[in-house]
């Protein structure tokens, strides 16, 4: 879908993304109780919608897309935006100088084993206190919310999950996980996978 359109359809589904942004909020707030001025890095950060929610100065975003980051550039003249590929050397410079690292809509784009080392990377390499923030489409089941499914599976990112799943790629480990719903304008919800260090 051309960015326009994907822009129009965000806009009307998730109004400003303000659930996520609470969720976002929050938890800088906890970090920046615990440290001055955190440093924060968005992956896939796509035409940088999250970014005016930090200062410039504490803010990196990255994105495999070139068209993306030229548009996120454009409308966030300041920002720190880079093309830039999540499994790209030099990933694990960028988790050390972050304390929050968030997605939203990341891990569907990719295959299982590409999440499992993503997430490794971050446990790794993140420092304390660091947050890792997931944001997630789920999958719903088929019987329970036909439209919902049909829509997951016409996404343009093929590996939109169950929860389960995607709580699978931590391995483990202590996890907070937050609903996201659209009702009544979209029969998909969110999960945010909150990962604090
Ligand atoms: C569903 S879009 C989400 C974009 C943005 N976060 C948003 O919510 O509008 C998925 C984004 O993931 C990016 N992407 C996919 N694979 C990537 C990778 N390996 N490294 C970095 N970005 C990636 C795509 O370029 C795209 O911008």
């Known amino acids: 879908m051309n960015f326009f359109f994907y822009k129009l359809l965000q806009d009307y589904v998730h109004q400003g993304h303000k659930?996520?942004?609470?969720?976002?909020?929050?938890?800088?707030?906890?970090?920046?109780?615990?440290?001055?001025s955190p440093r924060v890095l968005e992956l896939a950060c796509g035409g940088g919608g999250f970014a005016d929610l930090f200062k410039q100065s504490c803010y990196t975003g990255i994105d495999l897309s070139a068209e993306r980051i030229a548009i996120a550039r454009n409308k966030y003249p300041g920002y720190n935006f880079k093309v830039f590929d999540v499994d790209q050397s030099g990933f694990v410079q960028l988790v050390r100088s972050a304390d929050l690292i968030y997605c939203h809509g990341l891990l569907h784009h990719l295959k299982d084993e590409q999440c499992s080392g993503l997430l490794q990377t971050i446990c790794d390499h993140a420092g304390s206190p660091a947050v890792f923030i997931a944001f997630e489409p789920v999958l719903p089941l088929l019987w329970r919310n036909p439209l919902g499914y049909l829509l997951s599976?016409?996404?343009?990112?093929?590996?939109?999950?169950?929860?389960?799943?995607?709580?699978?790629?931590?391995?483990?480990?202590?996890?907070?996980?937050?609903?996201?719903?659209?009702?009544p304008r979209w029969p998909q919800t969110m999960r945010a996978y909150i990962l604090r260090f």
Do not use: N
């Open 19 to 36: 659930k996520q942004k609470a969720v976002l909020r929050g938890e800088y707030a906890l970090l920046a109780e615990k440290k001055s």
């Open 153 to 183: 599976k016409l996404d343009e990112g093929r590996f939109i999950r169950r929860p389960q799943e995607y709580a699978g790629f931590f391995q483990g480990r202590s996890l907070e996980i937050k609903k996201i719903s659209f009702f």
